[in-house]
């Protein structure tokens, strides 16, 4: 995308009811002011809003979840805000939107490839006394991980987390671990800060047969945007 091609439309068909995902990163491109990052939005036939219009500055990436009233035909457009696009400027980048996880022929990848799993509905099951061993790539591309444990009444979970590699610069910088509900409404665990090399332990209850969506992510710091963080965790039950 550049100074001859200004924007970018994909056409989808959408299903009502179900709650999608979508992932896009700025590879490249201006990064100095909001007006000038790469703008992303999905539209129905009309042109009305269903994912309403976000900026990405470079190196910048962000994932969420949405519905659409109606079964139909959707755009997403990718664009740069009128006028900021010159003949000379150029812009790189990754966009995707998923159906749920749990739709897929085969949800669980293969060779431990756990990817993509950055929204709740796309989080990779894992079963209780499991553990895993995994990173968040350096680089935009890889900034959340989400897991999804199932919860039973009556039952106590131990959350045994560890950040095994990272920058332990400020609470800010270092991986942070929450975990929730599928819709975020139950908060199990709030946002937390892990320290590189050491274990933290945390106490999961829940009063109905819910699916825990267990969260470990980093946000972007001035200066720090392509950080490396390495995890390992396991749920086990008391």
């Known amino acids: 995308m550049g100074g001859e091609d200004k924007v970018d439309v994909y056409q989808y068909s959408l299903t009502k009811g179900t709650i999608?995902?979508?992932?896009?990163?700025?590879?490249?491109?201006?990064?100095?002011?909001?007006?000038?990052?790469?703008?992303?939005?999905?539209i129905d036939e009309d042109?009305?809003?269903?994912?309403?219009?976000y900026d990405l500055h470079q190196d910048i990436a962000s994932s969420g979840e949405f519905s659409v009233t109606e079964t139909g035909t959707y755009y997403l457009r990718i664009l740069s805000q009128l006028g900021t696009i010159y003949q000379n400027d150029y812009f790189k980048y990754e966009v995707a939107i998923w159906e749920p996880r749990e739709t897929w022929d085969n949800p669980h990848s293969t060779e431990n490839n756990m990817e993509p799993n950055e929204t709740p509905r796309l989080a990779y099951a894992v079963d209780v006394s499991q553990p895993i061993v995994s990173q968040l790539e350096m680089g935009s591309r890889d900034n959340v991980d989400s897991y999804a444990v199932a919860l039973y009444?009556?039952?106590?979970?131990?959350?045994?987390?560890t950040a095994t590699d990272g920058p332990n610069r400020s609470s800010a910088s270092r991986l942070q671990i929450k975990v929730t509900d599928?819709?975020?409404t139950v908060s199990f665990v709030p946002e937390s800060p892990?320290?590189?090399?050491?274990e933290q332990q945390f106490i999961i209850e829940s009063l109905t047969q819910t699916n825990a969506v267990i969260e470990l992510f980093y946000n972007y710091t001035n200066g720090h945007l392509e950080d490396y963080h390495a995890y390992e965790f396991e749920v086990t039950l008391q």
Do not use: C, H, M, R
Request: net charge negative.
């Open 194 to 198: 892990l320290s590189v090399g050491v």
């Open 153 to 161: 009444p009556g039952n106590q979970y131990l959350l045994t987390v």
């Open 47 to 53: 042109g009305s809003p269903v994912v309403s219009n």
């Open 182 to 184: 599928e819709d975020g």
């Open 20 to 42: 999608y995902s979508i992932k896009s990163v700025n590879l490249q491109g201006s990064g100095s002011t909001t007006a000038g990052g790469l703008q992303f939005e999905v």
